[in-house]
């Protein structure tokens, strides 16, 4: 792992698996009367929301707080932001206050690599959206989702989505989320094809790692899981197809379509969802759906995100059940400062 995390072409293959597997050790806190590690005690987390977001803020506030690191969440409304403060002082402010990593959504794609590379904060960034640009924990917390319902047996540790066909369906021009899936998929050995109307297809995506369609319908019966996008009219200054009941019929996922796909194929959605636009209720809340276990798996995988870049060290020897303890199958590379293992750490905070 590298001090920041920005986009997903930033991942390697091994990197993506290490914090998949890491987030799969850290899953299982989930199942235990005490949620939390002592792992991060002392850090100081800000989560710096410049755009409104309810999934992945308290995500993320929820997986610092799991790993016992104190939370600063900042919203632009209500702040010196809509005084005119720049983001060049907002930061200066909070590395004044010894933030040791900041989690930053904004509405100007490149704001986090900026920040992450201006020197204004020592600490790590990490993007949690930017623009039309990335979004690389969705993409983390979609591949988590997709190894565990696609593995077969067992919980997919050390296994990438190698000979898996990943269908993104919808407005991909304004959809971060489906820059950062592409990049992050292949990179795990998916085959990627993004389906939409020709409008909404980026200039230049004919040279993504991906296979681009215009027919649903010919994807669908052999794809292992169909990623829906939500239409982002607040993004959208143009007329981009005739009516939203014509983009349904063309592009939306109904009961007739999802039959037609391979018993084994499930459902993703990012959220917020469109019901009845891009899906249908009898589709989002069929049991192939994962939006809510996406939701879920986001916890732990920020949490290894924010372990692996702040307190990761090497995992001992995995303990058995009966001890009651989460360990990890991974180390951060450049972590700031190393800390106890989420492994060793368990068992003591249940004893405080």
């Known amino acids: 792992m590298k001090h920041h995390l920005i986009s997903a072409a930033d991942l390697t293959r091994d990197d993506a698996v290490m914090v998949l597997d890491t987030a799969q050790e850290l899953a299982r806190l989930a199942d235990r009367p005490i949620k939390k590690l002592p792992t991060l005690r002392g850090r100081t987390v800000v989560n710096l929301f410049f755009e409104d977001s309810t999934r992945t803020r308290i995500s993320f506030e929820a997986a610092a707080k ?75 917390l979609d591949a988590f989702t997709l190894r ?20 993104i369906v919808g407005d991909i021009l304004h959809s971060r989320v489906a820059r950062s899936n592409v990049l992050l998929l292949t990179t795990l050995g998916a085959e990627v094809t993004v389906v939409a109307p020709p409008t909404l297809i980026p200039i230049g995506a004919e040279g993504w790692p991906c296979t681009v369609s215009y027919d649903l319908d010919a994807v669908l019966p052999k794809t292992d899981a169909v990623m829906m996008l939500r239409v982002q009219r607040e993004r959208m200054t143009a007329a981009y197809f005739p009516t939203e009941r014509e983009y349904a019929r ?56 924010l372990y692996l870049l702040l307190g990761g060290a090497p995992a001992g020897p995995a303990p058995t059940p009966a001890s009651g303890t989460a360990t990890t199958a991974a180390a951060a590379g450049t972590a700031t400062t190393a800390t106890t293992a989420p492994g060793a750490a368990g068992e003591a905070e249940e004893n405080q």
């Not at 960034?125 to 990335?134: L, Q």
């Not at 565990?148 to 269908?167: E, K, N, Q």
């Open 250 to 305: 063309r592009y939306g996922l109904n009961g007739d379509r999802m039959a037609t796909m391979p018993e084994h194929a499930v459902v993703l959605h990012p959220g917020p969802m469109n019901r009845g636009m891009e899906i249908t209720a009898e589709v989002a809340d069929s049991p192939r759906c994962t939006a809510v276990e996406q939701v879920t798996n986001g916890v732990s995988v920020r949490m290894a995100v």
């Open 148 to 167: 565990h319902r696609l593995a077969g047996s067992g919980d997919g540790v050390g296994r990438d989505l190698t000979g898996r066909h990943i269908t």
């Open 66 to 140: 799991r790993l016992s690191a104190d939370v600063i969440n900042f919203s632009a409304k209500g702040s010196s932001v809509s005084k005119g403060e720049s983001l060049k002082d907002t930061a200066l402010t909070l590395e004044a206050m010894g933030a040791d990593a900041v989690v930053i959504r904004h509405h100007d794609s490149g704001a986090p690599h900026r920040l992450a590379t201006s020197g204004w904060i020592g600490g790590s960034v990490v993007n949690a959206g930017d623009g039309t640009h990335e979004h690389p924990t969705q993409a983390l």
